[in-house]
């Protein structure tokens, strides 16, 4: 991060702030942010999902159609929803290489938290279509083709499974990216579901398994998603995110040499996997070095995984202290 102490205009003397400048990548005397690297890194992983994937759906829709399989059908529209849905989330990844503006002081990273959000509620309204296909044909058991559908589901889930592992490590540290990965995985858990259906249906006759077999994957991605969605909810909201450790953070600031109170303390999302944090530090002597501001924001960084920082250091004398340090 730039280290850039700003002198109050009201007192030369009593006011410092450690300002962390977005220019569109990380300027961390602590070394680049993974984060700016990320986006970069899967492009290549969302054309190869999405060229993959839309072109499975449209045959998929057609091989449906041929079998007569609801299953198989409500399958491919959630699979075109999905596709919709990566889309989503690659425009929202490629946004974030843009460089900041006046306007976007941030650029454009809160995109990426939007199309999080996006992706969570595609998935619960593709569940809501593939319950409502599976409850009809429950109560309307009609002959399908097993053969065509266990073979385009066993595709599928190569498919969908292999284009997830494409980004299954961004998914631990990027709500955005884990929206990807869940939406492929749970598109080659529907196939694999499918695949057993049309197994069962061929061994027994009994029609009736498809719908069931439906139904319980709709409830195995609810149980999924509702995560995802609460998280970007959280995140739109400018809830502290949920792997950030916002006690041990203020504990850490006010354990710092000569700081006697702490107050204004916000930590937020700048997208899904950057995180801001600015705090207002009393102090009782002596104003923080730049020496200091690198440790403190190497430690922020590198154990609270906070990459950008704003430190406002007070004298605890000062007759200019923040008017907010009262109710905050």
């Not at 077999?213 to 195995?220: D, E, K, R, S």
């Not at 906070?306 to 907010?324: F, K, P, W």
């Amino acid at each position: 991060m730039n280290n850039k102490h700003e002198k109050s205009g009201h007192d030369h003397n009593h006011d410092h702030s450690h300002n962390h400048a977005e220019h569109g990548h990380d300027h961390s005397l602590g070394g680049h942010s993974h984060a700016h690297h990320a986006p970069k890194s899967f492009n290549f992983a969302f054309a190869i999902a999405v060229s993959l994937n839309l072109g499975f759906t449209l045959i998929e829709i057609i091989f449906a159609l041929m079998a007569n399989s609801m299953g198989l059908l409500a399958d491919a529209a959630h699979n075109l929803g999905d596709v919709l849905g990566l889309l989503l989330a690659w425009g929202a990844n490629w946004l974030l290489t843009l460089p900041a503006k006046k306007r976007y002081s941030y650029g454009y990273k809160r995109t990426t938290i939007l199309a999080a959000m996006i992706n969570a509620l595609i998935l619960v309204a593709s569940s809501a279509v593939i319950a409502y296909e599976s409850i009809y044909k429950l109560f309307n058991v009609s002959e399908v083709n097993e053969y065509v559908v266990i073979g385009v589901a066993l595709i599928g889930i190569f498919i969908n499974g292999g284009t997830a592992l494409l980004f299954m490590k961004g998914a631990e540290d990027d709500l955005n990216i884990k929206g990807a990965f869940l939406h492929l995985m749970y598109d080659a858990l529907i196939a694999l579901g499918v695949v057993a259906a049309g197994i069962l249906i061929l061994l027994t006759h009994q029609y009736w398994i498809d719908p069931v077999v439906g139904l319980l994957i709709v409830i195995t991605i609810l149980w999924g998603t509702w995560g995802l969605l609460q998280n970007s909810i959280r995140l739109i909201m400018d809830a502290v995110p949920h792997y950030i450790d916002s006690k041990g953070v203020g504990e850490f600031l006010m354990g710092l040499p000569d700081v006697k109170t702490l107050h204004d303390l916000h930590i937020w999302g700048l997208s899904t996997n950057e995180v801001a944090l600015t705090a207002h530090l009393v102090i009782s002597k002596g104003q923080p070095t730049d020496i200091d501001y690198k440790k403190i924001n190497s430690v922020l960084k590198e154990k609270f995984r906070i990459n950008h920082a704003t430190i406002q250091v007070e004298m605890e004398n000062s007759d200019y202290l923040c008017l907010r340090s009262e109710s905050c």
